[in-house]
Nanobody, 118 residues
């Protein structure tokens, strides 16, 4: 059973960088051909895909967030991380990490609330 767990600060000040980590258990983030995504849901809105890091370390980002987003990984800890720079209150959301096989998502973290406020 694969499990994902998000961790990081729940409160970030405007203009700072939001940093979250997803710890994966029950499966390796280097296993072909899975990809590991970050997805968020602002209050009252739908899910927004932010970006992904694939099993081989390649990354892909949402065009709307690409200039502010970075996804990296630590294979020794079986973790992948999200950094979102220059945050504003519009970045307030529940942030999820999820595993993507060839199609769709099969495992999700429980989500973590991040609020951007001074």
């Amino acid at each position: 059973q694969v499990q994902l767990q998000e961790s990081g600060p729940g409160l970030v000040k405007p203009s700072q960088t939001l940093s979250l980590t997803c710890t994966v258990s029950g499966g390796s983030i280097t296993t072909s051909y899975y990809a590991w995504s970050w997805i968020r849901q602002p209050p009252g809105k739908g899910l927004e895909w932010m970006g992904v890091i694939a099993y081989d370390g390649s990354t892909y980002y949402s065009p709307s967030l690409k200039s502010r987003t970075s996804i990296s990984r630590d294979t020794s800890k079986n973790q992948f991380s999200l950094q979102l720079s220059s945050v504003t209150p519009e970045d307030t959301a529940v942030y999820y990490c999820a595993r993507r096989p060839t199609h769709g998502y099969d495992y999700w973290g429980q989500g973590t609330q991040v609020t951007v406020s001074s």
